[in-house]
């Protein structure tokens, strides 16, 4: 069975009496591992695609299953939990809080999981040896470089232990050896049995997935699944270092 199973949504906006379709009759399964990227041009409906994913948002018309759960049936407690439990999020800008350190960054996914103190602390550590940056844990964000950040935010993401990781544009405000080494820390951590989900406007980057779903005007305008063609997955090219 599918982790996500998306099912003829769209998503509809009138705006002075016009109706704009942000996503138009779109389909698609993802399987628990997969590691893939949805990809498109500015305004193509790509993020608007995620949020709704990553239960952000609702689609207009259609119905997504998340890990058995029908998400158009559940509550706006039951989306929190969902959100907060199955799914983290690792976007562009980092959105690190400036006055906490990096583990107290780590640590606020779990605030309200009723764990201890020493519990999230013994998580957040953890999570900080994934990425590399378990001696960084008492600086402030603005103490470390943009791409160590981001790791923190990848740490952030999956402290929870997700099923899911949805991760826009997440290279974008890197330089291009820094953002190759996040792209190849997301393909350590596929390549550990994590699913992840990239949603980028940049081919290049879309190329390190096996899998790459391409909206165009809010539709599926194509798709490149190695299960499909019967391979296995379709190499990716030799990305640098962590930084």
């Given at each position: 069975?599918?982790?996500?199973?998306?099912?003829?949504?769209?998503?509809?906006?009138?705006?002075?009496?016009?109706?704009?379709?942000?996503?138009?009759?779109?389909?698609?399964?993802?399987?628990?591992?997969?590691?893939?990227?949805?990809?498109?041009?500015?305004?193509?409906?790509?993020?608007?695609?995620?949020?709704?994913?990553?239960?952000?948002?609702?689609?207009?018309?259609?119905?997504?299953?998340?890990?058995?759960?029908?998400?158009?049936?559940?509550?706006?407690?039951?989306?929190?939990?969902?959100r907060n439990r199955k799914i983290g999020f690792v976007f562009q800008f980092f959105n690190l809080l400036p006055k906490l350190n990096v583990l107290q960054n780590v640590e606020l996914p779990m605030v309200y999981s009723g764990l201890s103190s020493r519990e999230r602390r013994e998580h957040s550590m953890a999570a900080l040896k994934l990425v590399g940056l378990e001696n960084r844990s008492k600086h402030r964000p603005m103490q470390i470089s943009g791409g160590q950040q981001q790791r923190v935010a990848i740490a952030r993401a999956l402290v929870n232990n997700p099923k899911i990781i949805f991760a826009d544009e997440p290279t974008g405000?890197?330089?291009?050896?820094?953002?190759?080494?996040?792209?190849?820390?997301?393909?350590?951590?596929?390549?550990?049995?994590?699913?992840?989900?990239?949603?980028?406007?940049?081919p290049e980057i879309a190329a390190v997935t096996p899998r790459r779903i391409e909206i165009r005007d809010g539709k599926i305008a194509k798709e490149v699944d190695p299960k499909l063609a019967g391979l296995n997955r379709i190499p990716a090219p030799a990305l640098s270092a962590n930084p």
């Amino acid at each position: 069975m599918a982790l996500i199973e998306v099912r003829n949504i769209s998503k509809l906006y009138h705006l002075g009496g016009e109706e704009i379709r942000a996503l138009d009759d779109v389909s698609l399964d993802i399987d628990g591992g997969e590691f893939i990227s949805i990809i498109g041009p500015s305004g193509s409906g790509k993020s608007t695609l995620m949020h709704i994913l990553g239960c952000l948002d609702s689609p207009t018309l259609g119905t997504i299953k998340l890990d058995g759960t029908m998400i158009e049936k559940a509550t706006p407690h039951q989306l929190a939990g969902i959100r907060n439990r199955k799914i983290g999020f690792v976007f562009q800008f980092f959105n690190l809080l400036p006055k906490l350190n990096v583990l107290q960054n780590v640590e606020l996914p779990m605030v309200y999981s009723g764990l201890s103190s020493r519990e999230r602390r013994e998580h957040s550590m953890a999570a900080l040896k994934l990425v590399g940056l378990e001696n960084r844990s008492k600086h402030r964000p603005m103490q470390i470089s943009g791409g160590q950040q981001q790791r923190v935010a990848i740490a952030r993401a999956l402290v929870n232990n997700p099923k899911i990781i949805f991760a826009d544009e997440p290279t974008g405000n890197l330089d291009s050896n820094t953002g190759e080494a996040i792209l190849e820390l997301f393909r350590k951590l596929s390549s550990e049995g994590r699913t992840i989900a990239l949603v980028t406007h940049d081919p290049e980057i879309a190329a390190v997935t096996p899998r790459r779903i391409e909206i165009r005007d809010g539709k599926i305008a194509k798709e490149v699944d190695p299960k499909l063609a019967g391979l296995n997955r379709i190499p990716a090219p030799a990305l640098s270092a962590n930084p």
